[in-house]
């Protein structure tokens, strides 16, 4: 076979808090699929993508997808199912607000709104002392440095050839997902000792397929796919769902800072979604191959749309959702099985 012989598989994952968990169900029922079309009934996501990229929640299930097992650790750790988890049961505790930390923030005015312990926990106990370089495929997690003022990426295809790109996979999971006015930056040091403050990579780029799409233009995964273009690439990229709500005139045109915080974070993450999904549909459109990128924005149908409602209610709300959506793009979610198992 000749080199880029086989399609180069991408999958992107959103940010969105607690909503992480529609598109994790959404891989459950894919790779529940894969299971069944490939007749391998230990298949695992992991085993058909050669890259996956996340912001934020889409960050920490990307991490999970790719840690290997403690048993063998050429083989992932966790199924689709078992990673969702994290979310069902700890999404309470990661979003819970203690009497006096509700005092001591003003509601997430004047410090952050949680405190990151549950969330340290939880990614501990799921990733221990992991680095990014014994992750068993490529990824691309979102970040911003706000020191130096620019976007910070944790590759852990990077990491395996310079120390300087290698973090602890859980430092990484904490980093791409401290939202600002949520969680307190994260601090984290590489392996050289180099030390960063970062906070949520959803602050610029939400939607982290058009990083995922220039990160494999440039990198040889194996001899079948070397620094593939467009067309030699399938993407299969997830949303986290949420409303667009409608901000009205006559009430939004006296705002202040105050009252713009939750709005603005809502504007800029659904428009920079948006936006990185048009430009991709136009690149597969120009290379005349639209079937090799599928954007699933999944729907809120009982749900709460707010990022960080872990109330047990919710939770449950977003599971069944999560359940629904999946059973809505079957048939897109067969087709894009089949093109997985194809060009494994």
């Known amino acids: ?19 992480g968990i529609l598109p994790g169900q959404i891989l459950v029922a894919l790779e ?13 996501i992991a085993d058909y993508f050669d890259l996956i990229a996340g912001t934020s929640t889409g960050g920490i299930l990307t991490c999970l997808y790719l840690c290997p097992s403690d048993t063998d650790p050429t083989k992932p750790g966790f199924s689709a199912e078992k990673a969702v988890e994290l979310y069902l049961d700890r999404g309470d505790e990661i979003f ?6 509700k005092i001591r923030s003003a509601g997430g005015l004047t410090d952050e709104k949680y405190s990151a312990k549950e969330l340290e926990e939880a990614l501990v106990d799921f990733m221990g002392e992991l680095k990014l370089s014994e992750l068993l495929k490529p990824c691309l997690i979102t970040s911003y440095d706000i020191k130096n003022r620019k976007g910070h990426f944790f590759r852990s295809h990077k990491a395996k050839i310079d120390k300087g790109y290698n973090f602890k996979v859980r430092e990484a999971a904490r980093a791409t997902s401290a939202a600002p006015t949520y969680f307190e930056v994260a601090r984290v040091k590489s392996e050289d000792n180099r030390v960063y403050p970062l906070i949520d990579g959803g602050v610029f780029v939400n939607n982290p397929t058009l990083c995922a799409y220039s990160e494999a233009r440039n990198w040889k995964f194996d001899e079948f796919r070397d620094s593939p273009k467009a067309a030699n690439m399938m993407i299969l990229s997830l949303g986290t769902g949420g409303q667009h709500k409608k901000y009205e005139y006559k009430k ?4 202040g800072a105050v009252q713009w915080i939750v709005p603005i974070i809502d504007i800029m993450m659904a ?26 924005s ?10 960080d ?10 599971r069944k959702d999560g359940e629904k959506n999946a059973k809505n793009f079957d048939k897109k979610l067969t087709a894009f099985a089949k093109m997985l198992i194809a060009n494994k």
Do not use: C, H
């Open 1 to 19: 076979m000749s080199s880029n012989s086989k399609l180069t598989r991408i999958l992107s994952l959103d940010g969105g808090g607690i909503r």
């Open 32 to 44: 529940k699929k894969l299971q069944s079309l490939d007749k391998n009934p230990k298949a695992r």
């Open 96 to 101: 819970d607000v203690s009497f006096w930390q």
């Open 252 to 255: 939004a045109k006296d705002w």
């Open 271 to 296: 428009g920079v979604a948006d936006t990185v999904d048009y430009q991709l549909k136009q690149i597969y459109d120009a290379v005349g191959k639209p079937d090799q990128y599928l954007r699933l």
């Open 298 to 307: 999944p729907e809120l149908f009982t749900a709460d749309s707010a990022m």
């Open 309 to 318: 409602n872990g109330s047990a209610e919710n939770l449950e709300a977003l």
